[in-house]
């Protein structure tokens, strides 16, 4: 008989041996791991299933707080979902995500956020691709990049520095980008400065520049380095954990720095934003080869209060179906109000497609082009002009 439940303090270790060893991976690569599960998910929000005692499924929820066009929402975070392969087919993820859901409305979190494992699986839970990403891998051999106005000046930091000064420059960064998560304390301590050896796979410590501008910080960028010599020829890599800039001079700066590390040869960035500047000051863009793939995934929970948080780039009306439910959307001075309607829908939208466009970086049109919006071409036209949001979105939390 299979029991669903909220996980005990003293079953955290058992939890993390689940989720660990579905994922191919081993407890021990993380000594702390424990410790550092309960600082990140409070207790009350991880769930497991148990199969006679043993765990064979798991769930967990990660409050953050996530940037929406002009504002910002409470998001529930899924974590942790993890299937034994004995268990498989059973019904478990389901359940673990009702949890999820029920819990993360008993929280007032209109939105849930993942990383989807499988891009497969989430969809049918109603979960969208709300932010994309590019993974970048940059040959500098030579590479020149342009200055946007004077170059800042850039300061080496030891990591007691970084960690001091980071946050700040990171939030300033962030405030009007959607997708962004709004960081704290612990997220920083036990995540963006981890340096547990499974996190270098053999690559160095962290390093961390900071860059200055009349007496302030405006720009980091974190990285390791990968040593590598062919033919006594050194081919390192710098790996970019992250490259935070507040405007595009400090950006270009940062840029620049990167093109100009000697002895390493090619630079790559995972999880870079689709804005990135770079191709457009590289002297020759062909070396930025860009590999576009899903970031964040977002269900709206509740959809009047997160329509009604986030703000516009045109105002006008739409009543849009989504599910059983149509939706009445004004929008004011950019402002929007939205309640339930009876009146008929001008356009239908899939839930998971609703996640897609609320961050405003996927485009109406095109959901519409893959069937996934219907409605006439007019209301598809304004549909567009009221979520599209000048800023992409970008989620650089794996979580």
């Known amino acids: ?37 309960r600082a990140l998910v409070a207790p009350g929000r991880a769930w497991a299933a148990f ?24 998001m529930a975070g899924l974590t942790a979902a993890a299937v034994r392969p004995t268990h498989r087919r059973r019904g478990l993820l389901r359940e673990l995500i009702r949890l999820h859901l029920a819990d993360a409305r008993a929280h007032g979190e209109p939105l849930s956020g993942l990383w989807a494992s499988e891009a497969t699986i989430y969809g049918r839970f109603g979960y969208g691709v709300a932010a994309e990403l590019d993974a970048l891998r940059i040959d500098t051999r030579g590479l020149v990049v342009a200055p946007v106005g004077e170059p800042d ?35 920083w301590r036990e995540r963006r400065f981890l340096e547990a050896p499974f996190m270098r796979d053999g690559a160095s410590l962290r390093r961390h520049v900071i860059v200055e501008r009349d007496g302030a910080d405006v720009g980091y960028i974190a990285y390791r380095q990968r040593s590598q010599e062919r033919d006594d ?12 800039a507040v405007d595009p001079r400090a950006e270009a700066t940062l840029w620049q720095f990167v093109a100009g590390v000697d002895l390493f040869t090619t630079a790559t960035w995972a999880h870079a934003p689709v804005d ?11 070396r930025v080869v860009r590999r576009r793939s899903d970031g964040l995934w977002l269900r709206v929970d509740d959809v009047a209060a997160t329509l009604a948080a986030r703000r516009y780039a045109a105002d006008g009306a739409l009543r849009l179906a989504v599910g059983d439910a149509t ?51 007019e209301a598809v036209a304004r549909a567009g002009r009221l979520f599209t949001w000048p800023i992409a979105p970008w989620c650089p939390e794996v979580f």
Do not use: K, Q
């Open 51 to 74: 199969d006679r005692g043993t765990i064979v499924a798991t769930a967990g929820t990660a409050a953050f707080t996530v940037g929406v066009p002009g504002g910002a929402l409470a």
């Open 327 to 377: 939706w009445a959307l004004s929008v004011e001075a950019g402002r929007g109000e939205c309640v339930r309607s009876d009146d008929t829908p001008e356009l239908r939208v899939e839930l998971a497609s609703l996640g897609s466009l609320v961050l405003g970086g996927i485009s109406p049109a095109l959901l519409a082009r893959a069937g996934r919006i219907t409605g006439s071409a």
């Open 153 to 187: 000046r850039c300061a080496w930091v030891d990591a007691a520095a970084a960690l001091a000064r980071l946050p700040a420059i990171y939030a300033r960064a962030t405030a009007e980008r959607p997708g962004a998560l709004r960081r704290s304390d612990v997220w």
């Open 276 to 286: 990135c500047v770079l191709p457009w000051l590289a002297s020759d863009a062909r």
């Open 233 to 244: 020829v050194h081919s390192g890599v710098v790996e970019i954990i992250e490259l935070i």
């Open 1 to 37: 008989m299979l029991e669903v439940r909220v996980i005990r303090d003293d079953e955290v270790e058992a939890f993390r041996d689940c989720v660990m060893t579905t994922f191919g991976d081993d407890p021990e690569i993380d000594p702390n791991g424990a410790a550092r599960t």
